[in-house]
C-alpha cells in the first residue's frame, strides 16, 4: 500500500472529518460517524478510492531523478 495523498490532501480531510464529527455530536446524530472516514484516510495517507482512478495528490521528491 503506497502511499497516494499529498500534506495538503491530508490537512483537508482532518480538518473536514473533525468538523463532520463535532457536527454529529452536536445534533446527536449518529452520521457523525462518517467523519471517522476521512480521518482515518488521512491518518494512514493513503486513499482506496485514488487507486481505480488513478488519481495521487502526493507532489513528486525533489531527489527523484
Same mark, same amino acid.
Given at each position: +500500500?503506497?502511499?497516494? +495523498? ?12 473533525? /468538523? ?12 457523525? $460517524?462518517?467523519?471517522? /472516514?476521512?480521518? $482515518? ?20 521528491? $525533489?531527489? $527523484?531523478?
Amino acid at each position: +500500500m503506497k502511499s497516494n +495523498m499529498g500534506s495538503t490532501d491530508r490537512i483537508i480531510r482532518i480538518v473536514l472529518g473533525l /468538523i463532520i464529527v463535532g457536527v454529529g455530536f452536536y445534533f446527536k446524530s449518529w452520521w457523525g $460517524a462518517v467523519g471517522i /472516514i476521512p480521518l $482515518a484516510t488521512a491518518g494512514i495517507g493513503w486513499c482506496p478510492l485514488y487507486c481505480p482512478l488513478k488519481i495521487s495528490t502526493k507532489g513528486k521528491s $525533489a531527489d $527523484a531523478s
